[in-house]
């Protein structure tokens, strides 16, 4: 019981530390980027998540299931249209293939479809996305 206590309380502070980053990009006091890195080096995938929910406006299902499946395509989408670096897509592609445990030609193929990939296009898909979303919802 205490255990689960314990373990409540640190997603929780978790939780309240991704949403004070997320104000701290936005305030222009953080880079993405480095908030990316640090969490990714730190094993954070689901902090990933709830950061990247923030910041796209996308419903958490739909960012969970960019990082928790196999398919490359959704994350490549995200991080492109909020401009990560190929740096910190890679450190976050490379947490997500490892948790998910696919092999290392995964992540060339990401990386490879990530620098090909036009921002603008990125954008255009993500929003294509939103307004799906909130048509279904």
Excluded: W
Excluded at 49 to 64: C, D, F, R, V, Y
């Amino acid at each position: 019981q205490q255990d689960f206590s314990a373990k409540k309380a640190d997603a929780r502070r978790g939780r309240l530390e991704v949403l004070n980053l997320v104000q701290n990009i936005r305030d222009g006091d953080k880079k993405l980027d480095n908030v990316l890195l640090t969490l990714a080096r730190r094993n954070r995938l689901m902090d990933i998540g709830t950061l990247m929910t923030k910041l796209s406006g996308l419903p958490e299902t739909a960012i969970n299931n960019a990082l928790f499946k196999a398919n490359n395509q959704p994350i490549i989408l995200l991080c492109k249209a909020l401009n990560v670096s190929a740096a910190a897509f890679r450190s976050v592609v490379d947490l997500r293939n490892q948790q998910l445990r696919l092999p290392d030609s995964h992540t060339r193929h990401a990386l490879s479809e990530y620098e090909n990939l036009n921002p603008d296009d990125a954008r255009r898909s993500l929003n294509f996305v939103k307004l799906r979303t909130k048509i279904s919802a």
